[in-house]
């Protein structure tokens, strides 16, 4: 089966990073979006959902503009239809504390940066299954 | 007051960035020499149990390099402005939040939005309380950390 990701990250390099050790990743992907806070990050979640196909999992940083990744996975848990999306968040502060918290509102994996590209398809792996990768030709 | 080992894990946290998603290796991690000309350079401040202000400062050459290789970009191709401008900016992010996190490792941090210097009288030498330059594999770094703990106790 291949995935729908979406990749949240106020840094276009960060995101173009996502997505380019995703696709050399051997995870089979069938559409890769992008948004560049928590609140862009929602309107692509919803307007997925609308449309039938939805998200499999998410990558978010945390420290973003307008909407940061603690208040985007908060308001994730408060949406009844996108709650179950799987969210994976990436970021350079790996402290205890920090990683605890998002647990706690409900980030299901945290990859700490700097990151292998085999570290994030490890966490996808554990996160989604095994069914999910594909292998590399 | 530095933290014991500061030095020793600043450079470690620039290996390990610089290597793992910049495929640059750090040949020495403690070159004395001038700092770069015309320098590309990069402010990050951080606040938690302790505050201050990293500058990462290179050439525009190293921070093309860097940028072609963190974007994959194809063999020749240069970077646009941008490109490096928003490389370096993620750079001083990851290598700020790497360093913290070796020593604030149960405390929460905030880091500023990296910011691209211009200004000549910012660069990192006058307001550094440790500094360290980087002969990397592709160019070489200058790293400049002031760091004020505002709890001794954390």
Not at chain 2, 43 to 56: D, N, P, T
Not at chain 2, 70 to 79: H, K
Request: aromatic share 4%; with cysteine.
């Amino acid at each position: 089966m291949a995935l729908r990701v979406l990749i949240v990250d106020d840094a276009p390099a960060m995101r173009l990073y996502i997505r380019r050790t995703l696709q050399m990743s051997g995870l089979a992907l069938s559409a890769v979006f992008e948004a560049g806070d928590g609140k862009e990050g929602i309107a692509v979640l919803e307007r997925e959902h609308l449309q039938g196909a939805g998200i499999d999992l998410v990558f978010t940083d945390i420290n973003m503009p307008v909407m940061n990744g603690e208040e985007f996975v908060t308001q994730l848990q408060q949406e009844e239809r996108l709650r179950e999306v799987p969210v994976l968040v990436i970021s350079t502060d790996a402290t205890k504390t920090r990683v605890l918290r998002l647990r706690e509102l409900g980030a299901r994996g945290y990859i700490s940066k700097p990151c292998a590209p085999e570290m994030i398809r490890l966490k996808v792996e554990q996160i989604l299954g095994r069914d999910y990768a594909a292998a590399l030709c | 007051m530095l933290p014991r080992c500061a030095d020793v894990d600043l450079v470690d946290a620039a290996s390990e960035v610089l290597g793992m998603m910049f495929f640059t290796d750090v040949m020495n991690g403690n070159v004395i020499g001038d700092p770069p000309d015309k320098p590309v350079t990069v402010k990050v401040e951080f606040q938690g149990a302790s505050s201050g202000m990293l500058h990462m400062s290179m050439p525009r050459e190293t921070a093309e390099a860097l940028t072609a290789n963190f974007l994959g970009l194809p063999m020749g191709e240069v970077p646009s402005e941008e490109q490096m401008n928003d490389v370096v900016n993620e750079l001083g992010n990851m290598v700020c939040g790497s360093f913290l996190s070796k020593h604030e490792s149960e405390e929460l941090f905030d880091l500023s939005k990296p910011e691209i210097l211009a200004a000549a009288a910012e660069l990192p030498a006058q307001v550094a309380t440790l500094h360290r330059s980087l002969e990397l594999d592709n160019g070489k770094m200058v790293l400049a950390l002031s760091w004020d703990r505002l709890n001794p106790a954390a």
